[in-house]
């Protein structure tokens, strides 16, 4: 079958001669897929800064298709069905899934407790081959995948599997009040959804951070919020604590993780030399900009050897933080009554549509932001 | 003003405020299960077929994992090493990027024996480059070209000099 084919950083193949998935445990499905997108998070695998991604692997964990397989366990789904599968994989029996925490499985990912499986995202997140190809794996089909409903657009039903979800729970883990600072560090899908959602829980003024011009104004007309270029503020933090008359933002959100640009240190140690796991200058800013008190959200990936950040100013300032992979199947009822409301249209940040063979070019649009491109769906 | 006036262009502004929301995820559903540890109803679990890596941090395999790209060759004995220190270890992490870097260059050598030399030029996705971002392509271009010009004079002069 067609399936994207990792090579080595920034080396990807459309490889027509994948082999098909199979069902490998009672509990599996096999879903053909119909759309899947390529997220800020493959970007870290494409550009080698994931540990244990090995040659060969198929990446994608933002997919929805038809179930044309089942295994002996499977009750709820059925052949035919339409489905959005969520990023995680999830057992939904374990003390973690119990708690909503579908990120957090402990039964999906043997190669690392800190993270639960997900599909496509190397072998630190379980090993399992991931949904940019034709056809995908997908254990535990009755916890994570969701029928479609009829009324829903299928580009929205995609953006469910993880943009909508993970921009939402930052804003949520931000412990957002009513008129409330919110800032979000990064204006890529994540970023700008997180923007967006801040209004959902009543926020008072919405800042987004980033240092590219086309980003920025998407971000300000997609979330009508306020966007700054950090490349034109001298220092960003000082800028935010000026414009929050030196109080510091109530709240600030992290969706950049570990390639953030900024820092000429942080690039050299982080991204260069890999002396730490990617810069953490997003993160840095983040701690530095909030007030007392206040909360910092983070939904930006970083790898897990180990960062630079002023962990000190956490202590001196009182500053609580949250922090999580996206619980995708937590949200999905919540966030499907906000489209089917209108409140929110999540395919509205779809700029690009490429076939799967072109996958190659696909990452590259996303990686070099060429074409002013905010996100990308492939179609096998 | 009231809120209404101010954001009322927003659309859904303030649906999902709650207070009594506090605090919230990833605190909120705490059921108290954790004490009972790894003493819960385990999902099937998938046979194992082939060689699977285990974190050291837990006792086996997970009831269903990936099984793709086992383990192999000089990358795989690092991997092997790698997995015998915990995810708070350097020797764990170190280990396995080195290792995605030699399994590379393995790829590239059973490639070439397989007598497919890999079209890095599509691999890469130059041509959406060239298509999107033409000049910073020839700029590119152009320094490469500039910094070998550069060095090629710089090792001629020195023979001369010889
Ligand atoms: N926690 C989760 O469940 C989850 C889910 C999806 C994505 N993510 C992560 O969220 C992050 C963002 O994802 P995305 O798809 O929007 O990626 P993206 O690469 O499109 O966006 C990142 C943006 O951050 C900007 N940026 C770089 N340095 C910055 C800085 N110092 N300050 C502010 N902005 C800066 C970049 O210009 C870019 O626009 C990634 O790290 C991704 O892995 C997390
Ligand atoms: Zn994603
Ligand atoms: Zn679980």
């Known amino acids: 079958m067609l399936a994207m084919n990792y090579r080595g950083p920034y080396r990807i193949r459309a490889d027509r001669d994948m082999p098909y998935p199979e069902i490998l445990h009672p509990g599996d499905a096999i879903v053909k897929v119909t759309r899947s997108c390529i997220c800020g998070s493959d970007l870290h695998l494409y550009h080698g800064m994931v540990p244990d991604t090995r040659i060969g692997t198929t990446f994608g964990h933002e997919f929805i298709g038809t179930v044309v397989e089942t295994g002996s366990e499977v009750t709820r789904l059925k052949t035919g069905d339409n489905v959005l599968v969520p990023f995680n994989i999830a057992c939904g029996a374990c003390p973690f899934c119990k708690q909503e925490l579908f990120g957090n499985c402990h039964e999906s990912n043997p190669e690392a407790t800190a993270v639960g499986g997900i599909f496509g995202y190397s072998h630190t997140a379980g090993g399992f081959n991931g949904g940019q190809a034709e056809y995908v794996r997908v254990p535990y089909a009755d916890v994570g995948p969701y029928v479609i409903p009829e009324w829903m657009d299928m580009d929205d039903a995609v953006m469910l599997t993880d943009v909508f979800p993970t921009g939402y729970q930052a804003a949520e883990m931000g412990g957002i009040k009513m008129g409330d600072t919110v800032v979000v560090f990064g204006a890529g899908p994540i970023g700008i959804m997180a923007a967006k959602c801040a209004w959902l829980f009543g926020a008072g003024r919405v800042i987004v951070i980033d240092h590219i011009e086309y980003r920025l104004e998407f971000a300000r007309q997609y979330a009508q919020c306020e966007a700054y270029n950090f490349k034109s503020l001298e220092d960003p933090v000082l800028f935010l604590k000026k414009t929050t008359d030196f109080f510091g933002a109530d709240v600030c959100i992290d969706a950049v993780g570990c390639e953030a640009a900024g820092s000429a240190l942080q690039t050299i140690t982080g991204r260069k030399l890999m002396l730490q796991a990617g810069s953490a200058t997003a993160l840095h800013w983040a701690i530095n900009s909030v007030k007392k008190g206040g909360i910092v959200s983070i939904v930006g990936v970083y790898g897990p050897t180990t960062n630079m950040v002023p962990i000190g100013n956490v202590v001196n300032k009182g500053l609580t933080i949250r922090a999580n992979q996206a619980s995708v199947k937590r949200l999905l009822p919540r966030l499907i009554d906000h489209v089917q409301k209108g409140h929110v249209d999540p395919k509205g940040l779809i700029t690009h549509r490429l076939p799967l063979a072109e996958v190659p070019d696909a990452y590259r649009i996303f990686s070099s932001k060429l074409d002013n491109c905010i996100k990308t769906v492939l179609i096998p | ?162």
Do not use: C
């Not at chain 2, 941090?57 to 192999?72: I, L, Y």
């Not at chain 2, 690092?78 to 990027?97: C, D, K, T």
């Open chain 2, 1 to 162: 003003m009231e809120n209404k006036e101010l954001f009322g262009h927003i659309k859904g502004w303030g649906v999902d405020a709650d207070p009594k929301n506090e605090p919230t995820y990833p605190m909120k559903k705490y059921t108290g299960d954790d004490h009972k540890r790894l003493n819960y109803d385990r999902p099937t679990l998938q046979p194992v077929t082939n060689e699977i890596l285990h974190s050291n941090e837990r006792p086996g395999v997970t009831a269903v994992f990936g099984t793709g790209q086992p383990p192999e060759g000089l990358s795989g004995a690092m991997r092997r090493y790698a997995f015998r220190y915990s995810e708070g270890s350097f020797s764990h992490w170190l280990p396995l990027l080195l290792a995605d870097r030699v399994q590379m260059v393995e790829a590239l050598v059973d490639d070439v024996k397989k007598g497919q030399i890999p079209d890095l030029i599509a691999e890469k996705g130059y041509k959406a480059e060239w298509k999107y971002n033409r000049a910073g392509v020839i700029r590119k271009g152009l320094m490469l070209a500039a910094v070998g010009a550069l060095v090629i004079l710089a090792v001629v002069q020195r023979n001369k000099r010889k």
